[in-house]
């Protein structure tokens, strides 16, 4: 893999800290006048998800870290293991393990393309698109002029994923949701 | 090419370049009311900075001595010293300047330098000037606080930039920044530290202005004795709102010493592997004619005129940054 120097930092790039794959999320040059330069950089550890600070003598170099974002479909769950496809007609699958799926285990659904982040060749986390389709499995019936609740009332998706939803919406509906956030954006 | 076509468009508003240049105005206004002569002096330059800490630019051109390396200028200050040496009094000058690598939200290459000097003036008159000048352009500053160097690191990191042991100072730069400094000279880790832990307070509540500098980082300043009978360089920096401002010198006018301070920092930009630099032999030919004695200062004004708008970076107040050149 190359290496990188701090004057090809940016966001988005890939390196290796500290035994992990990270993702530089900013890149900040600090110098005195005519003092010695540095880099401050906050790195996201693809692994752990944590962000980190680190300062490094401008002009330093550091690996780069093979990894990949890849689309992929999600097919299925063995008990194990959650299995997905590359979309690029090779039909090749991986199988991401229950640190990599983490949060987004309750947005998986069939046939749905997630970005598949590949380490080395293998699964480490798997990120949903911003917005998915699911359909209502349980929620109870609205009470009209029930608005204690900011006129809203939970409802459990498909998927796991527990959402809050207007007050009109009934099970079995198809709902557009934020996966970012969490949030009920619409009807689909 | 970094970046698309996409970044044709100006870093700062076409409304900011009318404040800018309002500003600008007043900085020259400023100094003709006080009999200051704006000069213009070449980007180029057959000698460039030596400084060990800063990358150069250069260039080559077809001159009547031949096909020429040319240095591009990382601040006036030599050419404008060899006015002052011939006989200019007192000159200002809003500069290009250019420096390698250089590029952040404080940062960019290519950028513009507000330097003047003042032959006769002691230090503490350039401070008052320098201040003065800062508030025509930040009405609304705080107070000035005056701050020794050494001062700020006891107060804020409990060390002496001075005196306490190199393995120490890498030490708490190490803890500071989570990067190893074992092979960080002194200079290294008081910069470090100043510009992580320190800087980012000076000047919360007004203007700050930070005096008796350790002689390592001053190459072109004269050296003094401080009251506790320290060896320290006539060097001041201003800083507002964490931002480094200004860096001022009762200038060094010794040709002799000049030569050996650039022979230094070449010998220094060897032993690091830093590229060679041709030094100004033309300024230390000045120097040996007779600079006067006096003090000059150099100021980032696009800084100043970000914090003069209340913006976030120096890119919102240039036309274009490098990377959309």
Known sequence: MASYSTNEFKAGLKVMLDGDPCNIVENEFVKPGKGQAFNRVKLRNLMTGRVWERTFKSGESIEGADVLELDMEYLFNDGEMWHFMKTDGSFEQYAADKKAVGDTEKWLKEQVVYTVTLWNDNPIAVTPPNFIDLEVAQTDPGVKGDTANGGSKPATLSTGAVVRVPLFINEGEKLKVDTRKGEYVGRA | ?325
């Open chain 2, 1 to 325: 090419m970094d970046g698309s076509v996409e970044d044709w468009l100006p870093s700062a508003t076409i409304e900011t370049l009318r404040e800018r240049a309002r500003l600008l105005g007043e900085v020259r206004r400023f100094f003709h009311a006080r009999d200051v002569l704006e000069v213009e002096t070449p980007v180029l330059g057959h000698g460039g900075s030596t400084e060990v800490q800063l990358d150069s630019l250069s260039t080559e051109a077809t001159t009547p001595g031949g096909r020429e390396r040319l240095w591009l200028q990382t601040s006036p200050e030599f050419h404008m010293k060899r006015l002052l040496a011939a006989g200019s009094g007192p000159i200002f000058q809003l500069a290009r300047a250019f420096r390698d690598g250089e590029i952040g939200t404080r940062h960019n290459i290519e950028f513009t330098l507000l330097e003047w000097y003042r032959p006769g003036w002691a230090l503490e008159s350039l401070i008052d000037e320098t201040e003065a000048l800062i508030r025509t352009l930040l009405p609304g500053a705080g107070p000035r606080r005056l701050s020794r160097y050494r001062e700020l690191f006891r107060d804020t990191l409990g060390v002496d930039p001075f005196t306490t042991a190199l393995t120490t100072l890498q030490r708490l730069a190490a803890e500071r920044s989570g990067a190893p400094m074992e092979d960080t000279d002194r200079d290294g880790c008081l910069d470090l530290l100043m510009s992580l832990v320190i800087e980012p307070q000076l000047g919360r509540d007004g203007i700050e202005v930070v005096i008796d500098y350790p002689p390592s980082q001053a190459a072109l300043a004269r050296h003094g004795v401080d009251a506790e009978g320290e060896r320290v360089a006539a060097r001041f920096e201003v800083y507002a709102d964490g931002l480094e401002l200004a860096n001022g010198y009762d200038e060094l006018i010794d040709a002799a010493e000049q030569a050996a301070r650039f022979a230094e920092d070449s010998r220094e930009r060897a032993r690091l592997g830093r590229p060679a630099v041709e030094s100004d032999r033309r300024l230390v030919a000045a120097l040996a004619a007779g600079m006067p004695e006096g003090s000059g200062v150099a100021l980032g004004i696009d800084r100043l005129i970000q914090l003069a708008l209340g913006r976030a970076s120096v890119a919102e107040v240039m036309a274009f940054t490098t990377p959309r050149c």
